[in-house]
């Protein structure tokens, strides 16, 4: 069975730093895109970051380049997003989730909650 | 950026109805156009890609349709599960955009 499984979020103050992972299993992690996907609270659905199988690419919302990494490890199944300078308004879960071909999402991880605030 | 809007806002229905809700891009995004489902407190579910090609295990009520800056997603006969948030996607281009949301309530 495929599962995402997230991990990392938290409390953290305006300006700070967490590091979400995300745990892929069920699927050949390797050989698929994957994203990162916010929803802020009773509010819709926000791309964040995506990064090709190899992992040689990444593509971020405007919202959030320049403050965010996002990479993966292939050979441990896992994706990474680094956060960094964080501020009221990347309070959200995050959702780890895994793309097609066109990057449309066809598996969402349960998704880890964000909180900025001080 | 490719505008992604989503109408109505909110739609009354009642089940057995016959529902179109409707997205628009504010350029062309092709055929690449995904549609979510999202029920409170939960996780957001795939539905259809290729603006018309549903997910594995998705019931042929949910009929996608449309291509370049017109899409539609149809549920010909609205049972009690699909009230519901839905979301369309694009991913023609970066950076990917969804829309604002449909709710179809009771």
């Known amino acids: 069975e495929l599962q995402l499984v997230e991990s990392g979020g938290g409390l953290v103050q305006p300006g700070g730093s967490l590091r979400l992972s995300c745990a892929a299993s069920g699927f050949t992690f390797s050989s698929f895109a994957m994203s990162w996907v916010r929803q802020a609270p009773g509010e819709g659905l926000e791309w964040v970051a995506s990064?090709?199988?190899?992992?040689?690419?990444?593509y971020y919302a405007d919202s959030v380049k320049g403050r965010f990494t996002l990479s993966r490890d292939n050979s441990k199944n896992t994706l990474t997003l680094q956060m960094n300078s964080l501020g009221a308004d990347d309070t959200a879960t995050y959702y780890c989730?895994?793309?097609?071909?066109?990057?449309?999402?066809?598996?969402w991880g349960l998704g880890t909650v964000v909180t900025v605030s001080s | 950026e490719i505008v992604m809007t989503q109408s109505p806002v909110t739609l009354s229905v009642s089940p057995g109805e016959r529902v179109t809700l409707s997205c628009g891009a504010s350029q062309s995004v092709s055929s690449n156009l995904a549609w979510y489902q999202q029920k409170p407190g939960q996780v957001p579910r795939f539905l259809i890609y290729?603006?018309?090609t549903r997910a594995t295990g998705i019931p042929a009520r949910f009929i996608g349709s449309g291509s370049g800056t017109e899409f539609t997603l149809t549920i010909s006969s609205l049972q009690s599960e699909d009230f519901a948030i839905y979301y369309c996607q694009q991913y023609d281009s970066w950076p990917l955009t969804f829309g604002g949301g449909t709710t179809v309530e009771i």
């Open positions: 990064i090709r199988s190899p992992g040689d690419k990444t």
């Open positions: 290729g603006a018309s």
């Open positions: 989730a895994k793309a097609n071909t066109g990057y449309y999402v066809d598996h």
